[in-house]
C-alpha cells in the first residue's frame, strides 16, 4: 500500500511542477508523457500484486485488540465491542446460512447431471446394442 501511494504522490509532484502549457487554457501543463506512462504501469503492477496477496488474519484471537483488552476502549467502547460482537455473529450466522443453501443448490445441480449422464450412457449402450443384432 505505502508503494502504490508514494507512486501515486510522485505522479501528483509531476503535475503540481508541471510547466504550464503555452497555448488553450491554464488547467493544461506539459509533462513527460513517458515518465507519468511508466509511473502508472509500476502502480498498476504494485496495485494488482496487492490485490493478490492474501489478506493476513491474527493467528491468534489475542492479536485483536478488542478480545485482549476491551478496557482499552471504557464504557462507551465496551457496550461498542458487545454490540460488534453481536452483529458478527449474525453475519457468521448468515453466511453458514448461505453457504449450505449454496451447497445444497450443488448438490441438487450435480445430482441432476449425474442423472442426465446416467441416461446418456444408457441411450448409447441401448444404441450400441441395438446395432449389434
Known sequence: MEEALALINAISEILKEAKPASFGKKHKVTVNRDELLNMLDKLKLVVTIQADSPISMPQNKGEI????????????GEALLRQAKVEADKIKEGADKYAE???NNMLITLSKAATAIKNGKERINKYKSGVEN
Do not use: A, D, I
Not at 485488540?65 to 464504557?75: A, K, N, R, S, Y
Open 65 to 76: 485488540v478488542g478480545e485482549t483488552h476491551p478496557e482499552l476502549f471504557g464504557l462507551e
Open 101 to 103: 443453501s449454496v451447497f
